[in-house]
Nanobody, 120 residues
Framework: QVQLVESGGGLVQPGGSLRLSCAAS????????MAWYRQAPGKQRELVAG???????NYADSVKGRFTISRDNTRNTVYLQMNSLKFEDTAVYFC??????????????WGQGTQVTVSS
C-alpha cells in the first residue's frame, strides 16, 4: 500500500504565505514525478506545479514567481511554498506522485487534499 498525506493548508489573508507538505509512505521503491494540483469550487482540477526526481520544476503561469515546489527524496516528501497569495488561489490542493512499488507496479497516487482559503 502507498499513501500520500498532505498538510499545511489553512486560512490566510491576501498577500500571505503558506507551505504545503506531502509525504509518501508505504511499499515505495522509487518516486519519479511529484506534483501539486488544485481544484476550486465549480472548476476542474488543474496542475499547479510539478517536479522531477532530479528537481526540474514546472509551474502553471498563474503561480509563476509566487509558488515554489521542492522535494526531499530522503523523506519522500514534496513541498509547495506559496507566497503572495491571492483570492483566486483558494482551492483544495492535492498532492500527486508517480510511484514504483516494491511489488513491481508503477502507478499514480493522490493525496486526500488540503484546503487553502485566501480571505480578508
Amino acid at each position: 500500500q502507498v499513501q500520500l498525506v498532505e498538510s499545511g493548508g489553512g486560512l490566510v489573508q491576501p498577500g500571505g504565505s503558506l507551505r504545503l507538505s506531502c509525504a509518501a509512505s508505504g511499499s515505495i521503491l522509487d518516486i519519479s514525478t511529484m506534483a501539486w494540483y488544485r481544484q476550486a469550487p465549480g472548476k476542474q482540477r488543474e496542475l499547479v506545479a510539478g517536479i522531477t526526481s532530479d528537481s526540474s520544476a514546472n509551474y502553471a503561469d498563474s503561480v509563476k514567481g509566487r509558488f515554489t515546489i521542492s522535494r526531499d527524496n530522503t523523506r519522500n516528501t514534496v513541498y509547495l511554498q506559496m507566497n503572495s497569495l491571492k483570492f483566486e488561489d483558494t482551492a483544495v490542493y492535492f498532492c500527486n506522485a508517480e510511484i514504483y512499488t516494491v511489488w513491481g507496479r508503477r502507478g499514480t497516487y493522490w493525496g486526500q487534499g488540503t484546503q487553502v482559503t485566501v480571505s480578508s
